[in-house]
């Protein structure tokens, strides 16, 4: 079915009077990206990622002061919509918050301190041909799920805890290259069938709490913190009872696993090997909605979608530096109590970026070869200042080197498991509840 006004009608688009809320097919996206860039070409740099199965490019627009490049003590922050094609609010979600901020630059102080604090990037589609051949208003499934190759984008990562050795597809090794190729603190994936934040981990095993029925990660004190801040600053999300109330989300969250365990998935890959805290936003019941309802969604999240980039603002940020002021790449940077799976390390700046809540912490860095060292950090605040707490660590070396930065993409979580009889049940169940639920996140 077809509905009229649904898809948007012109090529051209002025921007100043405002974006239609309509959905916007990959020429006119691209058109409107161009447009942005074109109008604003101080605070936005325009790239193509890579291109999809059909040769589609993978457009990411990026706004910050200093658009093109990374900035010491500036985190990098990251929005992606329509991994699954026919899921297309977020698409057009994203179109509208680019046109936001870029219109209320220097007069709204709050997107004024954002664009001055943070670079932030935005994907508005990561499934191009999915989308188009999504059909307009199929709110369950349609074949615009997958991507031309009829894969699945969400089941495409490489995991923690399973072998799943299939042929990744282009769109998902672009994400993996822009991934590795920006110090990406904190990241969201916009998607639709529910209305719920949902959190990593998607995948478990009992070493993460699999036989509870919950995949804790290191730090889910802080995951828990950033899905809340989304659905309670988001309409209706925090009451948890949306789509005919099927599922009741407390406070409008849910572990992934809780949920249902999935394999392959983007969020868990962006934590685990991307050092980015990702959390996977379904905002609407139908996949695909009419475009009149369009206006009510941005209305509906434009604030929570801010409030969540303020957060990569959280905790302690800071460079390790060796005695001659010259930065160390590589160094293991992390909090006691929280170490991860894929030591988190500085970045070629020698650059770290810890999302901590308030709280007071340890902080060990680590240099192989030379040494940690441990400093007990209080963090005050919560993201109202648009900084993380500054702290640098100098090593009192010349010349200190950082360690090995490669950690293995295969499933480090096997090492942890614990064999015994009582996973073989949970297996089982895994697999009953992955067929049962493979139409949503
Ligand atoms: C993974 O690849 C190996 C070697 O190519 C193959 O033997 C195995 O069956 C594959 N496993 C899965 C789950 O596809
Ligand atoms: C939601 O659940 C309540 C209580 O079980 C029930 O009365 C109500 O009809 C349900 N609403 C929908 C839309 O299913
Ligand atoms: C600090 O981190 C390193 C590297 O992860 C680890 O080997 C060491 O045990 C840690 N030190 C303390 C006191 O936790
Ligand atoms: C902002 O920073 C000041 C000074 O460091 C601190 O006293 C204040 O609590 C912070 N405010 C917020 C909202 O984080
Ligand atoms: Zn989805």
Redesign the pocket.
């Known amino acids: 079915m077809r509905a009229a006004g649904s898809l948007c009608l012109g090529l051209l688009f002025a921007v100043a009077v405002g974006l239609e809320f309509c959905y916007h097919r990959s020429q006119q996206l691209s058109a409107f990206l161009q447009e942005v860039h074109k109008k604003h070409p101080d605070i936005t740099a325009l790239h193509s990622i890579g291109q999809s199965v059909a040769g589609r490019d993978l457009w990411v627009l990026v706004l910050g002061r200093f658009p093109t490049q990374h900035t010491i003590g500036i985190p990098e922050f990251k929005y992606i919509a329509n991994m699954h094609g026919d899921e297309t609010v977020g698409r057009e979600l994203l179109l509208h918050l680019i046109d936001f901020l870029v219109t209320n630059d220097k007069s709204d102080p709050v997107v004024t301190r954002l664009i001055d604090s943070t670079r932030i990037h935005i994907m508005p589609t990561m499934n191009p041909d999915g989308f188009e051949a999504a059909t307009v208003l199929d709110c369950y499934y349609s074949e615009g799920r997958f991507n031309k190759k009829g894969k699945d984008l969400n089941r495409n990562f490489p995991d923690a805890f399973n ?4 042929t990744i597809q282009p769109e998902t090794q672009a994400v993996i290259n822009w991934i590795k190729s920006e110090t990406f603190v904190l990241s969201a994936n916009l998607h639709g069938g529910a209305v719920v934040a949902s959190y990593t981990f998607d995948n478990g095993n009992p070493a993460t709490g699999s036989l509870q029925g919950y995949s804790r990660c290191p730090d889910d004190d802080v995951f828990i913190h950033l899905a809340k801040t989304y659905s309670s600053n988001h309409a209706s999300m925090y009451k948890g009872t949306e789509c005919g109330n099927k599922t009741v989300f407390p406070d409008g969250i849910t572990n992934g696993y809780a949920w249902y365990p999935l394999q392959g998935g983007m969020q868990d890959y962006n934590y685990i090997w991307g050092q980015c805290f990702e959390i996977t936003l379904e905002l609407s019941c139908c996949k695909y909605p009419p475009a009149s309802q369009l206006q009510a969604f941005w209305n509906d999240n434009k604030a929570a979608l801010i409030e969540y980039i303020k957060q990569v603002h959280l905790g302690i940020k800071g460079q390790v530096l060796d005695r001659n002021g010259q930065p160390v790449p590589n160094v293991i940077v992390e909090a006691k109590g929280r170490e991860h799976v894929c030591p988190y390390r500085t970045n070629q700046h020698g650059e770290y970026y810890l999302l901590l809540l308030p709280g007071i912490y340890v902080i060990n860095a680590t240099a192989p070869g030379y040494g940690s060292i441990l400093k007990t950090l209080q963090v005050p605040n919560g993201p109202g200042n648009f900084s993380a707490l500054k702290y640098d660590f100098v090593f009192p070396e010349a010349s200190t080197t950082g360690g090995d930065a490669s950690c293995p993409t295969k499933p480090l979580y096997l090492n942890f498991e614990s064999i015994s009889a009582a996973v073989k049940p949970t297996l089982h169940f895994l697999a009953l509840m992955t067929v049962l639920y493979t139409v949503f996140k």
């Open positions: 072998s799943n050795n299939f």
